[in-house]
């Protein structure tokens, strides 16, 4: 990687120097933040970053917005309907903006660094005072800045493809963390709208990533999930001789008791050396999220994939036949167009052999910009919510039997949160990251414990600690 993708500690400096200032302009005033987060886990851990950097220049953070004085939605821009729920909470933000003048709204993330998006904010919701883009982030401090000193609007959708690293950091409290390994993606699958928004693929240092792993599991976090939208790929513009199996071989020496995940692998990169590592690794989870997206050899030519529904099939088996056990999920996407019936049935049929623990499936919608939503689509969507719905079916079925065998077993679960119900009070995750609810005595969120399976069922693993 050239080291111009790196921000310069000069220009970091320069939004420290913001950041003091804000916090010189709001002293003593008790101003209060908001943040809500659309979308995948990146968005999450950018939000936490914005989080870190509020924090630092002294506002308070709550969860309750009508009391916020600075209101932030970090977006997604994968899907219509996250969009349209983005475009709802802020037109319903009208209302209070009419009542406090003074508050901020802000909005970033994949659909402010769409230049049609920004045409309609500044068109149609004049609430919105500040919009930046993913490739703004690190410049929060001077837009903040500028938004509690200008009178204008701000717009900032500029910006290359860098990495800024020592931002401040403010996650959620538990034991979990995100990890950003590495940052956009250079796949162009033709449906999605990730390539777009989040610029190309570029690799933090490892020294980099080991230093704030350790730095987690000094603060006590016990699952650490490394992100990236193609993990396998990690490494390739570094010019090193790392590629993301040593990554993780590397991680793995990191001293502590901790389990650590990835995600998302790409099956066209995902590897027998990547299963090796992960087998040789006793701190990485048997656990791999590796989306297929179509199980026609066809619509994966056309949807871009670069693999097939046989090599996909050899991936698994060779992972399963390293890791006995491994859990396994995969997104979907139902209905991309020119999918027929027979196209879906080779879908269904892949499900049905590899059983997966988890999918999260998805109707296919288009992104203007993307070259599939030019294609045509001649399927009806009361056909495509029909394949759908037997898709759900189907891997109902699948989980009940899957969820079934662990009855009786004893598993090592990390707790992390509670639970809605008395009689099952804690939350709780096994290595392969099924949900369990977890009753006993002496259970702490954050402790790794014993327990053992009591009842099961199609969401839910239900244990008693040991
Ligand atoms: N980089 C990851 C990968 O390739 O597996 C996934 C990133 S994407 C944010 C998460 C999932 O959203 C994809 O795996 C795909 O199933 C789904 N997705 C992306 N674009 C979509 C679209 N236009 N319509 C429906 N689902 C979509
Ligand atoms: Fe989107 Fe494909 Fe990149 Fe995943 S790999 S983010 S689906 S373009």
Same mark, same amino acid.
């Given at each position: 990687?050239?080291?111009?993708?790196?921000?310069?500690?000069?220009?970091?400096?320069?939004?420290?120097?913001?950041?003091?200032?804000?916090?010189?302009?709001?002293?003593?005033?008790?101003?209060?933040?908001?943040?809500?987060?659309?979308?995948?886990?990146?968005?999450?851990?950018?939000?936490?970053?914005?989080? =870190? @950097?509020?924090?630092?220049?002294?506002?308070?953070?709550?969860?309750?917005?009508?009391?916020?004085?600075?209101?932030?939605?970090?977006?997604?821009?994968?899907?219509?309907?996250?969009?349209?729920?983005?475009?709802?909470?802020?037109?319903?933000?009208?209302?209070?903006?009419?009542?406090?003048? !003074?508050?901020?709204?802000?909005?970033?993330?994949? @659909?402010?660094?769409?230049?049609?998006? &920004?045409?309609?904010? #500044?068109?149609?919701?004049?609430?919105?005072?500040?919009?930046? =883009?993913?490739?703004?982030? +690190?410049?929060?401090?001077?837009?903040?800045?500028?938004?509690?000193?200008?009178?204008?609007?701000?717009?900032?959708?500029?910006?290359?493809?860098?990495?800024?690293? =020592?931002?401040?950091?403010?996650?959620?409290?538990?034991?979990?963390? +995100?990890?950003?390994?590495?940052?956009?993606?250079?796949?162009?699958?033709?449906?999605?709208?990730?390539?777009?928004?989040?610029?190309?693929?570029?690799?933090?240092?490892?020294?980099?990533?080991?230093?704030?792993?350790?730095?987690?599991?000094?603060?006590?976090?016990?699952?650490?999930?490394?992100?990236?939208?193609?993990?396998?790929?990690? =490494?390739?513009? %570094?010019?090193?001789? &790392? !590629?993301?199996?040593?990554?993780?071989?590397?991680?793995?020496?990191?001293?502590?008791?901790?389990?650590?995940?990835?995600?998302?692998?790409?099956?066209?990169?995902?590897?027998?050396?990547?299963? !090796?590592?992960?087998?040789?690794?006793?701190?990485?989870?048997?656990?791999?999220?590796?989306?297929?997206?179509?199980?026609?050899?066809?619509?994966?030519?056309? @949807?871009?994939?670069?693999?097939?529904?046989?090599?996909?099939?050899?991936?698994?088996?060779?992972?399963?036949?390293?890791?006995?056990?491994?859990?396994?999920?995969?997104?979907?996407?139902?209905?991309?167009?020119?999918?027929?019936?027979?196209?879906?049935?080779?879908?269904?049929?892949?499900?049905?052999?590899?059983?997966?623990?988890?999918?999260?499936?998805? %109707?296919?919608?288009?992104?203007?910009?993307?070259?599939? $939503?030019?294609?045509?689509?001649?399927?009806?969507?009361?056909? #495509?919510?029909?394949?759908?719905?037997?898709?759900?079916?189907?891997?109902?079925?699948?989980?009940?039997?899957?969820? $079934?065998?662990?009855?009786?077993?004893? @598993?090592?679960?990390?707790?992390?949160?509670?639970?809605?119900?008395?009689?099952?009070?804690?939350?709780?995750?096994?290595?392969?990251?099924?949900?369990?609810?977890?009753?006993?005595?002496?259970?702490?969120?954050?402790?790794?414990?014993?327990?053992?399976?009591?009842?099961?069922?199609?969401?839910?693993?239900?244990?008693? #600690?040991?």
């Amino acid at each position: 990687m050239s080291e111009s993708a790196i921000v310069s500690q000069e220009e970091l400096q320069n939004q420290f120097t913001y950041m003091d200032a804000v916090a010189e302009l709001i002293r003593g005033r008790h101003l209060r933040a908001y943040t809500h987060t659309f979308g995948c886990q990146q968005n999450e851990a950018d939000t936490e970053r914005i989080r =870190g @950097m509020l924090h630092e220049m002294g506002y308070e953070m709550t969860e309750e917005v009508s009391e916020a004085d600075f209101i932030l939605y970090n977006t997604c821009a994968v899907r219509e309907h996250a969009e349209d729920r983005a475009f709802g909470n802020i037109g319903a933000l009208s209302h209070l903006k009419k009542q406090r003048p !003074d508050v901020i709204i802000a909005l970033c993330g994949c @659909m402010a660094q769409q230049e049609k998006n &920004v045409e309609k904010i #500044k068109k149609s919701y004049p609430q919105v005072k500040l919009l930046f =883009g993913t490739h703004a982030l +690190w410049r929060f401090p001077s837009l903040l800045y500028r938004a509690l000193t200008e009178k204008k609007r701000i717009f900032d959708i500029g910006g290359a493809d860098d990495i800024a690293e =020592g931002l401040p950091v403010l996650r959620g409290h538990g034991p979990k963390a +995100w990890l950003s390994i590495m940052y956009g993606c250079n796949n162009f699958c033709t449906y999605c709208i990730v390539p777009y928004v989040r610029g190309r693929e570029r690799s933090r240092r490892p020294e980099e990533i080991e230093k704030e792993l350790r730095e987690l599991v000094a603060a006590g976090y016990k699952e650490i999930t490394l992100l990236g939208q193609n993990v396998n790929s990690y =490494g390739k513009d %570094l010019g090193l001789d &790392v !590629d993301f199996a040593g990554l993780l071989r590397r991680l793995n020496a990191v001293p502590g008791d901790f389990w650590l995940r990835f995600m998302t692998s790409h099956p066209k990169d995902a590897s027998p050396r990547l299963f !090796d590592a992960m087998a040789d690794c006793e701190k990485v989870a048997k656990q791999l999220h590796l989306p297929f997206q179509s199980g026609s050899d066809e619509i994966l030519r056309r @949807m871009n994939r670069r693999y097939t529904a046989e090599s996909y099939r050899a991936l698994i088996a060779d992972a399963r036949q390293k890791m006995p056990g491994i859990t396994l999920s995969s997104d979907i996407i139902v209905g991309f167009p020119g999918e027929t019936e027979a196209d879906f049935e080779q879908t269904l049929a892949l499900v049905q052999d590899i059983q997966f623990d988890l999918l999260f499936t998805f %109707l296919y919608s288009p992104r203007s910009g993307t070259p599939a $939503a030019a294609y045509e689509d001649p399927a009806t969507p009361q056909q #495509k919510q029909a394949w759908f719905e037997r898709l759900l079916q189907a891997q109902d079925a699948i989980v009940a039997q899957r969820q $079934a065998a662990y009855q009786g077993k004893t @598993m090592r679960l990390l707790v992390d949160g509670t639970a809605k119900g008395p009689d099952y009070p804690f939350t709780a995750r096994t290595e392969g990251n099924l949900l369990v609810c977890v009753r006993g005595e002496n259970i702490k969120i954050g402790d790794f414990i014993e327990a053992v399976i009591e009842k099961t069922s199609l969401r839910c693993l239900f244990a008693v #600690k040991q």
